[in-house]
């Protein structure tokens, strides 16, 4: 990927004079893993001059590592800019992080796209020196998965019991992909409100993965993310027993390959009447 600006926790480099650049006689830039390695569980009976496949893994996430300088495109694009001890101490704060993973992009000037990629980084800094000057940092990059992922993407729906809508799964890797929230709104009572995807019965074959909340109430607002289950006040559900009344199958999107019919997911509300909003990032194949 070619890029001469980035994004990092929602602040342009641009915006404070950062530019990705590259030092001579500094040639770590660009080096990282493209986030390809993939380890095979088999094993091979005494018999047989081949191994049996089990399942897979991965077992790197992606890295890569990238230099940025100041400089000031209206007065000397070829000027080094010496950091100053403000400067160094900003960039520490703005980029080595502490409370977690942060969001990662990078733009180029002319092209269009890969804006569009989001990685979960953590970063960490190694000074460039030049004549004994701090004059810019190389910036090596771990993500918190194989891949990278797209924009935010929000889906929301009006649905009646029984009622369908798709959505489609763009992701670039097969598999499942839960939202990141699900917010249901309901819109009648229920005492077994269902939400099931037609690929979920493909994807999990042995299991009946259905989502069910049990003794919704007209009005009552749910919140499903990060694996946590939340319900507004004044309605049946306390925070307590929300728990006893989910079954803990969280709504998911699957996509099995390429082929469009396996991308499409179906989902069936039964039950009782809601709104849904669904968000959540689908998965980008793509080296930062």
């Given at each position: 990927?070619?890029a001469?600006?980035?994004?990092?926790?929602?602040?342009k480099?641009?915006?404070?004079?950062?530019?990705?650049?590259?030092?001579?006689?500094?040639?770590?830039?660009g080096?990282?893993?493209?986030?390809?390695?993939?380890?095979?569980?088999?094993?091979?009976?005494?018999?047989?001059?081949?191994?049996?496949?089990?399942?897979?893994?991965?077992?790197?996430?992606?890295?890569?590592s990238?230099?940025?300088?100041?400089?000031?495109?209206?007065i000397?694009?070829?000027k080094?800019?010496?950091l100053?001890?403000?400067?160094?101490?900003?960039?520490?704060?703005?980029?080595?992080r502490?409370?977690?993973?942060?969001?990662?992009?990078?733009?180029?000037?002319?092209?269009?796209?890969?804006?569009?990629?989001?990685?979960?980084?953590?970063?960490?800094?190694?000074?460039?020196?030049?004549?004994?000057?701090?004059v810019g940092?190389?910036?090596?990059?771990?993500?918190?998965?194989?891949?990278?992922?797209?924009?935010?993407?929000?889906?929301?729906?009006?649905?009646?019991?029984?009622?369908?809508?798709?959505?489609?799964?763009?992701?670039?890797?097969?598999?499942?992909?839960?939202?990141?929230?699900?917010?249901?709104?309901?819109?009648?009572?229920?005492?077994?409100?269902?939400?099931?995807?037609?690929?979920?019965?493909?994807?999990?074959?042995?299991?009946?993965?259905?989502?069910?909340?049990k003794?919704c109430?007209?009005?009552?607002?749910?919140?499903?993310?990060?694996?946590?289950i939340?319900?507004?006040?004044?309605?049946?559900?306390?925070?307590?027993?929300?728990?006893?009344?989910?079954?803990?199958?969280?709504?998911?999107?699957?996509?099995?390959?390429?082929?469009?019919e396996t991308?499409?997911?179906?989902f069936t509300?039964?039950?009782?009447?809601?709104?849904?909003?669904?968000s959540?990032?689908?998965?980008?194949?793509?080296?930062?």
């Open positions: 990927m070619y001469d600006v980035f994004e990092f926790n929602g602040i480099s641009s915006d404070l004079g950062y530019y990705i650049v590259g030092f001579d006689g500094f040639s770590n830039d080096v990282g893993t493209a986030g390809n390695e993939v380890t095979f569980s088999t094993s091979k009976p005494s018999n047989s001059y081949s191994w049996n496949f089990h399942g897979s893994k991965y077992e790197n996430p992606l890295t890569a990238f230099q940025i300088g100041k400089f000031d495109c209206g000397d694009k070829d080094n800019y010496e100053s001890q403000q400067d160094c101490a900003f960039l520490l704060r703005w980029l080595v502490t409370d977690g993973y942060k969001f990662l992009r990078f733009f180029q000037g002319g092209y269009e796209g890969c804006e569009n990629t989001f990685f979960r980084v953590q970063n960490k800094l190694q000074w460039i020196r030049v004549e004994g000057a701090i940092a190389q910036i090596d990059v771990t993500c918190d998965a194989p891949f990278g992922y797209s924009d935010v993407q929000i889906y929301e729906v009006s649905c009646s019991n029984g009622s369908s809508f798709a959505i489609y799964n763009d992701s670039d890797t097969a598999g499942a992909l839960y939202f990141d929230e699900t917010d249901i709104l309901m819109t009648s009572d229920a005492q077994n409100l269902q939400i099931k995807n037609n690929l979920d019965a493909l994807y999990s074959p042995t299991i009946q993965y259905v989502t069910q909340l003794n109430k007209n009005g009552e607002h749910i919140t499903i993310a990060n694996h946590m939340e319900t507004s006040k004044n309605t049946g559900h306390t925070r307590e027993n929300i728990n006893n009344d989910f079954n803990f199958k969280y709504p998911r999107l699957i996509n099995f390959s390429d082929i469009n991308r499409k997911n179906i509300v039964a039950g009782g009447s809601c709104r849904l909003s669904f959540y990032r689908t998965i980008r194949s793509v080296l930062p």
